[in-house]
């Protein structure tokens, strides 16, 4: 299996543009998470999906944030306007089933907002 | 708030000793506690679990100790080796895990 496999690896776009992230998890695991990686907070929970379905999004910082899960091979994280504060590494992960232990994390997407 | 702390930013051991992870949490209701490492430009990877029924679980050259009634939880790397340098986060959580800030290792040669 090739991983949680995240696209693109590196993203610089300027302020007020709309920024994609995707994602695309495991096969056969059920369950995928996308996190925020900054020095102040480590590693954030911004959303988690199950069976593609949205569970927990109370972590999405304000409305400019939105994920879809249209199918369980593919996600997509999007900041719309995009701020330099937005500047992190975003991490996809994905798991067995939800209340699995084990996650496997993509290898994030370092986005810089200038 | 954070959920999880870990108040080591850094942590720099000699190969061959001890080192020592440390992470705090909150929330008592969290029965499950992981710890991942992470090497520059790639994903956090699992390294090692523990459940809230247990207060130590061994693996290799990796220990975890848990202490409910502290709400606390250590890894102990011993020997540690060049090769164990990276970021350490903790992660707590059931259903879904929190994780710490991370405490970044360097096991000098």
Not at chain 1, 38 to 48: A, D, Q, S, V
Not at chain 2, 74 to 86: E, K, N, T, Y
């Amino acid at each position: 299996d090739a991983g949680v496999i995240q696209s693109p690896r590196h993203e610089v776009t300027e302020m007020g543009q709309e920024v994609t992230l995707r994602c695309k998890p495991i096969s056969g695991h059920n369950s995928l998470f996308w996190y925020r990686q900054t020095m102040m907070r480590g590693l954030e929970l911004l959303i988690y999906f199950n069976n593609n379905v949205p569970i927990d999004d109370s972590g999405m910082p304000e409305d400019r944030f939105s994920a879809k899960m249209p199918n369980a091979s593919f996600s997509t994280l999007k900041i719309q306007p995009s701020e330099p504060r937005d500047s992190a590494v975003y991490f996809c992960a994905s798991s067995l089933r939800e209340g699995w232990r084990g996650y496997t994390f993509g290898s994030g997407t370092r986005l810089t907002v200038v | 708030d954070q959920q999880v702390k870990q108040n080591s930013p850094s942590l720099s051991v000699q190969e061959g000793r001890i080192s020592i992870l440390n992470c705090d949490y909150t929330n008592s209701m969290f029965d499950y506690f992981l710890w991942y490492k992470k090497y520059p430009a790639e994903g956090p990877t699992f390294l090692i679990s523990i459940s809230s029924i247990k207060d130590k679980n061994e693996d290799g050259r990796f220990t975890v100790f848990l202490n409910k009634s502290a709400k606390h939880l250590s890894l102990h790397i011993v020997p540690s080796q060049p090769g164990d340098s990276a970021v350490y986060f903790c992660a707590a959580g059931g259903n879904q895990f929190y994780f710490g800030t991370g405490t970044s290792l360097t096991v000098i040669p």
